[in-house]
């Protein structure tokens, strides 16, 4: 019975919970997500991503380390570290399929099951942030993942949008998801804005420009600022490198930089 | 130390659909029991009976998947229903069953029509004569609407779309869907066994992190026996309009999608590369086939299009003969 107060759990010790949310599939959750938490190690922090997409769980492959398996101890599950520094952590369902290319045909309720087992067992230790990365939509695995961490108090949500207006659209419906569950908006991104062509420099606008900016100005939100297309950004990712750490001159590289930047900026701004 | 597997539908699930679900013995703690043993999944006999009744005049069924999402399966449902109803003779359905992210009124210039209801059901909304779409976005009054749902009540509104949305007879029925292997699909897939699926095109990007999850939706389509039309690469390569040198923004780091066809023996029904006028043309509710004829895009999209059509023909054709 213990274990359920918020002070003994394994969120105990978690600083700073915030979720990474899109009305949209494929605006890059797991890429903001993957980026934020490189970010965050070299500015000295720990980090654990929590990711419940039980779908198409894309975060263990994002480090390298999608072949590794999962461990119990006394408190729970252990999650995964990335490398022997154990400055991030991981938990997927990626860790916990026999077969990779299985398909998880899983209706709500056994999708809601795991999600609190997912918040409840794994033991964290101590973290600087926990960025739980979601799904795209507002049904069961959101609603069960704001219910489960609702008692360790979120420090809220970045919303992930690409500049054009179908992305756009489904991203206001997850602002208003938000808003229903009480979970503050810390800010729009604005994702595969512009690619500048490595050859030529021209800049193309494939997926249009400036949806992004305009709807947190619409909605009164913080901008978190626009991530151009990066070719070498989709190859590290693929490759399970580290980024920030391997290509600080790259196009996408100042614009991740600050957005974990003004995280980190509001997380000392609220403790003082 | 112990380690963890889950022990999931892979190996001990008896399977949503099979006369043991819900009573294995593998189902025992199962958060999904109850809803398996009660039936309460699967559309009892007398819904099946009016489902059947509903489609019995819809000749071709093709759903369009994806384990990933945003790879552009809304855009290509959009365009194969544009290019399927070019033929004015041919009548052709576009139905929607995303629900928290309804892109195709959006897609199909839609934007803040409304469902109207007669006394043989809802009515599609209309896009040609020949052309009629439905989605959830219909249902919603504003633009910040969230459709907030768990599983059961996003199933029953798509058992709705089937039974009471008045479609009249109809040559191809398209289903756009959610990324995943969910609610959504399973439910479509048991809605739509009490008439046919033709099969489903499945939608994915070159790179290994839509792969993964792509790999995932064809071993769906195998453990519901799902035919598979064939696999499309959408936004394979970009070539810059100034200096016409192609660049590989989603590189196909393990072989694209190309290298999973010939492992997983699907067909590749073609590469569709990025053009900047395909992202505008949705924004707009344009056909992007009318919209930019000469694109090396909108030749790529019309070949799969015809393939498509193709393979229903000969799915046809074949049902003839049996009979």
Redesign the interface.
Known sequence: LLSFLPERSNLAGVRHILLVLS?????GK?TISTELALSLRHSGKKVGILDVDL??P?IP??FRVQDS?????DSG?VPVFVDQDKSISLMS?GF???????????????????IKQFVADVAWGDLDFLIVDT??????E??STVEALRPYKPLGAILVT?P????V??V??????CK?TGLRVLGIVENMSG?V????S?C?????KGGGEELAKHAGVPFLGCVP?D?QL??S???GRDFIQEFPKSSAFPALARIAQQILDGTSQRSS | ??????S???ADCPG?NSAQAGRAAACQG???QR?CATGG?APDPAEAAELRERLRSVKHTILVLS?????GK?TFSALLAHGLAADEAKQVALLDID???P?IP??MGLEGEQVHQSGSGWSPVYVEENLGVMSVGFLLSS??????????K?NGLIKQFLCDVDWGEIDYLIVDT??????E??SIVQYLSATHIDGAVIIT?P???SL??V??????CQ?VKLPIIGVIENMSG?V????K?E?????P??GGAEKMCQNLNVSLLGKVP?D?QI??S??KGESFLSEAPESPATASYRSIIQRVQEYCDQHHFNEEKII
């Open positions: 009305g949209k599939g494929g605006v797991s779908c198409g894309s492959r994002m398996d999962v461990h119990q101890c599950w369902i916990l399929l026999e077969k990779p290319d299985d398909a998880v045909v899983w209706r709500g309720p056994k999708k809601n099951a795991l799904p795209p939509g507002t049904s069961d959101h609603i690409t054009q207006a179908v992305s659209g489904d206001r419906r997850e602002l208003t998801f229903k690619f062509c490595p050859h030529c021209e193309t606008n494939i997926f249009s297309l070719p989709s190859q990712l693929e490759e | 130390l112990l380690v963890l597997y889950l999931l539908s892979v949503t199962c958060p999904n809803l999944a384990g990933k999402g945003g790879v809304s629900i928290c992210g892109s959006k897609m633009p910040d609407d969230a459709v907030i749902w768990r599983g059961p996003k959610p990324p995943g292997t969910s609610d699909h399973l990007t790179q290994e992190v993964q999850d790999r995932k939706e064809i071993n769906f453990k970009f810059c309009p100034k200096c040198n660049s590989q923004i989603f590189p780091t393990t990025l900047p992202g505008k949705c924004d």
